[in-house]
């Protein structure tokens, strides 16, 4: 069956680095776009950054120059590089997977990051 399993996330203090790991299984890992969203209390869901199945990056403006998104098809395995974190960037993080054609839409259980000093 499909899985999403994130892992890295804890706390840290402001300045810090993490780096987030999702390992994917189930599916064929490479033909997806893989994304790391993030949702903090009170607050909506947002796209925090995204690699297409061919490498192509895309940033949320508020993580451009800090954040890197990677991806290692050999390994099923998307990462997320966070440095320089901010208090703001506290949120549950999550992992997806995603097609358009066939549609398919998969989500991990998420990663609680914390920057707090």
């Known amino acids: 069956q499909v899985q999403l399993v994130e892992s890295g996330g804890g706390l840290v203090k402001p300045g810090g680095s993490l780096r987030l790991s999702c390992a994917a299984s189930?599916?064929?890992?490479?033909?997806?776009?893989m994304s790391w969203y993030r949702q903090a209390p009170g607050k909506e869901r947002e796209l925090v950054a995204a690699?297409?199945?061919?490498?192509?990056?895309n940033y949320a403006d508020f993580v451009k120059g800090r954040f890197t998104i990677s991806r290692d098809n050999a390994k099923n395995t998307v990462y997320l590089q966070m440095n320089s974190l901010k208090p703001e960037d506290t949120a549950v993080y999550y992992c997806?997977?995603?097609?358009?054609?066939?549609?398919?839409?998969?989500w991990g259980q998420g990663t609680q990051v914390t920057v707090s000093s």
């Open positions: 189930g599916f064929t890992f490479s033909r997806f776009r």
């Open positions: 997806n997977a995603f097609t358009l054609t066939p549609r398919n839409d998969y």
């Open positions: 690699i297409t199945s061919g490498g192509t990056q």
